[in-house]
């Protein structure tokens, strides 16, 4: 996100790559190497398009050692700024999808959580659990190798 293209800015070994809604906080953000912007209520099917036509072929100019993802939360419907609307099942198969273009080029895949703003906490954490363990089930099934015992 915006304080990922932020830390890495001037660093020309480090590409970033984010999708948002082009409207949402803040309202000056640092730049990534590629920010892709969406219209307000953006939902799975458009976030998903958008995502794969997009993150590809960034991946695929660049050809990065590893992805380091961010799993933001914020862009779920019922998200106090995020201004995006994908339901659960949306932002599972945003992770799956993720998973799957990480493992289609053999890149090493890590991720952190973020995002998510609202005053329902634990359905937050809940939604920052469950894209951790679909990154982790999509990458054990798989190969079952990358995921040490």
């Given amino acids: ?19 948002h809604a082009e409207k949402n906080f803040p309202a000056r953000k640092a730049r990534s190497t590629l920010d892709v912007g969406l219209a307000d209520g953006v939902d799975d099917d458009g976030y998903l398009a ?15 050692d590893i992805i ?3 799993a933001g939360v914020d862009p779920f419907v019922e998200d106090r700024l ?31 959580v973020g995002g998510g703003y609202g005053d329902d906490v634990m359905a937050i954490a809940q939604r920052h659990v469950d894209a951790i363990i679909t990154l982790g089930e999509r990458l054990s099934h798989r190969n079952p190798a990358r995921i040490e015992a």
């Avoid at 958008?50 to 990065?64: I, K, S």
């Avoid at 609307?85 to 890149?107: C, K, P, S, Y």
């Fill in 1 to 19: 996100g915006d304080g990922t293209a932020a830390l890495t800015a001037g660093r020309h070994d480090i590409v970033t790559y984010s999708i």
């Fill in 50 to 64: 958008e995502l794969e036509a997009t993150l590809v072929p960034f991946l695929d100019e660049h050809r990065p």
């Fill in 68 to 70: 380091l993802y961010q």
């Fill in 82 to 112: 995020g201004r995006l609307a994908l339901t659960r099942e949306g932002l599972i198969a945003r992770e799956n999808l993720i998973a799957d273009i990480a493992l289609a080029r053999g890149l090493p895949l890590a991720s952190t």
